[in-house]
């Protein structure tokens, strides 16, 4: 038995609308639920993102929530990378660092409103 993959990774934020406003707006994450004072779903290519309200869902039963930055990458086709920092930069969105991995793959990365430290790399990072 093994994992195929990660379904769903979870940031926990301070304001829903300001974080579906950022991840729908500049990643094209596709909204797919909201409880307005508890959380918001978004799905981002064949995962989904879960943000949560940690000051409330660190009361749930199943104690939903993390204090401090937390981090994502996000894969876009090598073709693209380029655009992506453009669009960023448009944004006023600040590059933090540009990283030249091994083989050739180049990712940088860059804060989201709540300060989660955020990733956008180029295919073959972990060897796929």
């Known amino acids: 038995m093994r994992i195929k993959r990660i379904k769903e990774s979870c940031l926990y934020v301070a304001d829903l609308q300001r974080t579906k406003a950022f991840y729908t707006g500049l990643l094209g994450a596709e909204p797919i639920g909201i409880a307005p004072k508890r959380h918001v779903f978004m799905r981002v290519g064949d995962a989904v993102l879960l943000c949560f309200l940690a000051r409330v869902t660190s009361k749930d039963k199943l104690k939903h929530g993390a204090r401090g930055p937390q981090h994502l990458a996000f894969e876009v086709p090598k073709s693209e990378y380029a655009a992506w920092k453009r669009r960023l930069r448009a944004r006023r969105i600040r590059i933090l660092k540009e ?30």
């Open 99 to 128: 990283i030249h991995w091994r083989k050739g793959v180049r990712s940088f990365y860059f804060l989201d409103p709540d300060k989660h430290l955020l990733e956008i790399v180029e295919p073959g990072l972990w060897g796929k």
